[in-house]
């Protein structure tokens, strides 16, 4: 995953030179816990992303490229877009997967890059952190947008 | 896809003193454009929640946000940014063809290649439409 191999004695000190482990050589015990996260972390991005190329593709192809673009974008636009459940639901999902597959995304960047055990708590923290608020504000907004504001 | 590909085995095949595991090339460059892609969208879906937030405060300041968005120099980063998405969509359906495809791995370097012509492909007239009128309003031919 990271740069330097991923062992016990990696964490502590950095080595001089790289040292890898064979191809598929176990991580420490096997399956500490009995679920397999990376796994399952895995698996989301590739079927988040699948969702997302149609998510985002569409969606930026009609607010920016069809008619105008974002010319013509305005709170009566999104008062008249929002009118439907359809582009509702579509923005939710669009959001919710949006920025859970972008904190998953950051949060393997933070892991491969923040060296130092303290640097990689906090930064997540603050990436977790940032991912709820997000998607808190953003739900409020879909569910309760008011067009006679 | 969290090491690159390309990765070696033993940091003695590197030439690189010290060794390394990124070899460059197309599997290295493509996988160091998806994070750098990756990175700026989440940054923008960041601030584009924010900003979109404002139609729950009033209209007026969802209204002088959004016209924001349609000054050059912000309408140009769209096209970036809309480039930086279509990247890393490709991208990323090549990056499942190299895990779930068989043949996957062996044209991961026709499918870099591919993306990166699509890329360009769809963002000549993509970029027309997005600043068409911006460029008509900028030397006075559009109301």
Redesign the interface.
Known sequence: ???VAPGPSTAQAAP?????D??RTRRRSPSRSGTNFEMYSWIFM?MS??L??VL??GH?LIM???D????R????F?AGRWASPFWRTWDLLQ?WL??LH??N??R??I??YAERDGTRFWLKMLLYT?AVL?LM??T??IF???PS? | M??PPGT????RT?RTP????YRGREGMWSWVAH?VT??L??FF??AH??D??L??V??DD??RI?DT??TPVV?LM?VGL?GA??YH?LN??R??AI?FWEKGPRYQKQMTYAVVTVVGLVMIP?TY??LE?TVKQMFGTAS
């Open positions: 995953m990271t740069t001089e030179r790289l040292v890898l064979a191809p590739r992303g699948l997302l190329v985002v593709l930026l920016n490229v069809l105008g673009g974002v010319h974008i305005n709170f009566s999104v959001l949006a920025e972008g904190t995304g950051l393997t960047v892991n491969d940032s997000v504000l953003g409020l907004v309760t947008f008011d504001i | 969290a090491s070696v085995g033993t940091a590197s010290g060794g390394t595991l994070r990756g990175v969208i989440f879906l960041f929640v924010l979109t937030a139609v729950r009033s209209p969802y209204n959004i968005y349609k309408n769209e809309t998405v279509l969509a990323g359906l990056v499942m895990d993509g439409f997005m009128r």
